[in-house]
């Protein structure tokens, strides 16, 4: 089955610094990416996500990049702010099983 | 639209009961979605249902655990004779009708399960 390995496990930056956490999957008909942040004791909430016929998107200053060769997506976040802090899980899925199969998470500290 | 409720937020149990959780989805919501996250950890697979069937139980412990997503009323996860290692957050996620590619799920709040 799927397997999703996400990197680093930890990840602290300086406010204004950019942030990237990296994926990469096992399933070669994965097609669909999301990212969801999970603030402490709260639910896992969608940031941006991004399909498999598609390379890049970008939501402000949130970017997805997608390498279907290399198998391996990737969050970025740019001019990082205080709120960004919490954790961050990448996942995976594929047509027809729906299942999301997550990365085990990274949490990321904005330090002021 | 009131999003994917969850009920209740906290449950404690003792050890040897059972512990029922519930989850309505978002409105216009056809998948349901059982997911289990242990302390530190991420979000692991239990169960997909969508009305009346289960889809795809592959995440399921293969005893003391059944779920659930009839057609009148919310989806539930039953979790029979309880032990402490089943003490976790059981989040429930909702997408609308299947399209291509997958599709996005919508996370509860989460039902923050404790067997004491």
């Known amino acids: 089955g799927e397997n999703v390995e996400q990197h680093p496990s930890t990840l602290s930056v300086q406010e204004g610094d950019s942030a990237v956490i990296k994926c990469t999957y096992s399933?070669?008909?994965?097609?669909?990416f999301p990212w969801y942040k999970q603030e402490l004791g709260k639910r896992p909430q969608l940031i941006i996500d991004?399909?498999?016929?598609?390379g890049e998107k970008k939501d402000q200053r949130i970017a997805v990049t997608l390498n279907k060769t290399a198998k391996h997506f990737s969050l970025h976040i740019t001019e990082t702010q205080p709120e960004d802090s919490a954790v961050y899980f990448c996942a995976a899925s594929k047509q027809g099983a729906q299942k999301l199969v997550f990365g085990q998470g990274t949490r990321l500290t904005i330090n002021p | 639209n009131a999003g994917v409720m969850q009920n209740p937020r906290h449950l404690v149990r003792r050890r040897g009961q059972e512990a029922r959780l519930r989850c309505s989805p978002m409105k216009g919501h056809s998948h349901v979605y059982w997911y289990r996250q242990l302390p530190e950890e991420g979000l692991k697979f239990m169960v997909y249902?969508?009305?009346?069937?289960?889809?795809?139980e592959s995440g399921m412990p293969k005893e003391r655990f059944s779920a659930e997503f009839p057609k009148e009323g919310p989806s539930i996860l039953r979790i029979q004779q309880v032990v402490r290692g089943d003490s976790a957050a059981y989040f429930c996620?909702?997408?609308?009708?299947?399209?291509?590619?997958?599709?996005?799920?919508?996370f509860g709040q989460g039902t923050r399960l404790t067997v004491v």
């Open positions: 249902l969508q009305k009346e069937n289960i889809i795809d």
């Open positions: 991004i399909r498999s016929n598609v």
């Open positions: 399933d070669s008909a994965s097609n669909y």
């Open positions: 996620a909702s997408s609308p009708m299947m399209r291509q590619g997958g599709t996005e799920a919508f």
